[in-house]
């Protein structure tokens, strides 16, 4: 499983978020929402520090991107594809079946 993160969702973290070198963000299922991959669940990021066993993590222009086990079976069979929405002014997020 990998996290790809696009060069405008990065910015949009940087300048939204107010993220910067150092920094650690959570990808994580919460209940309710939408996601294709799981019904009545959705998709959600904290600045937060890896507390367990991290199964993926990404770090791109010094902010490291992670999922760590507690959240592995949202993930599982999936690449989580991180882009900017222009139109929303937001990132969203798609996921790519590994094969």
Request: charge should be negative; glycine fraction near 8%; proline fraction near 2%.
């Amino acid at each position: 499983m990998e996290i790809k993160v696009s060069d405008q969702a990065l910015q949009w973290f940087k300048d939204d978020v107010e993220v910067s070198d150092g920094n650690t963000i959570k990808f994580q299922a919460k209940y309710g929402g939408y996601s294709p991959i799981h019904e009545g669940f959705s998709l959600a990021f904290a600045l937060n520090e890896p507390m367990g066993e991290t199964i993926t993590t990404t770090e791109k222009n010094g902010i490291t991107f992670f999922i760590d086990d507690t959240d592995a079976w949202y993930f599982e069979g999936y690449n989580l594809i991180v882009e900017y929405d222009d139109k929303l002014d937001e990132v969203a997020y798609d996921y790519e079946e590994i094969h």
